[in-house]
């Protein structure tokens, strides 16, 4: 009688079965009901004090397209997802994973073309987007200086009907 080791087909059913449990069962759990989600691993990188993570010059971006599932009735369907991957090829880590949804990749492939487009025609074309909104942030009132020489500045943020 042959072990369960080495049985190659049982090993291989495991293995695949391990690999599905593994790559569906984060994506499960993280996704949203756009399909829109993220993962960054920031352990290997370094954090300044202010909570900044600095990203070496050698890391690449990758595009990559999600693999095939199957529904309920076992039928295969597609993934029409679309990944970002910002990984280190020197230390085979990657430090962040985006997946969105094809309206979502759509709107930023448009957005990036027309960018580049302008960029090309104008090198000194820039654009930064409003990425706040400025009613929400808060304001500075200066109260004095203190006995160490230090200015003292009340901050007054404003509430949500201000904000509206």
């Not at 954090?47 to 309920?72: H, L, M």
Request: glycine share 8%; proline share 7%; aromatic share 10%.
């Amino acid at each position: 009688m042959t072990s369960f080791c080495k049985c190659p087909l049982v090993a291989l059913l495991a293995f695949c079965g391990l690999l599905t449990i593994a790559i569906a069962a984060p994506l499960a759990t993280k996704s949203s009901p756009g399909g829109n989600f993220y993962y960054m691993y920031t352990k290997a990188l370094h954090v300044d004090n202010a909570g900044v993570v600095s990203i070496p010059s050698r890391f690449k971006w990758s595009v990559e397209t999600g693999f095939p599932g199957v529904n309920d009735q076992g039928n295969i369907s597609p993934d029409t997802r679309v990944q970002l991957r910002l990984y280190d090829p020197n230390n085979n880590f990657t430090a962040l994973i985006a997946q969105m949804d094809m309206a979502t990749a759509a709107r930023l492939h448009h957005d990036l073309g027309d960018l580049i487009a302008k960029k090309l025609e104008n090198p000194g074309f820039e654009h930064h987007p409003q990425l706040y909104d400025p009613k929400l942030i808060p304001k500075g009132n200066f109260k004095g200086i203190d006995e160490n020489g230090k200015v003292i500045i009340e901050l007054e943020y404003p509430t949500a009907e201000q904000a509206r």
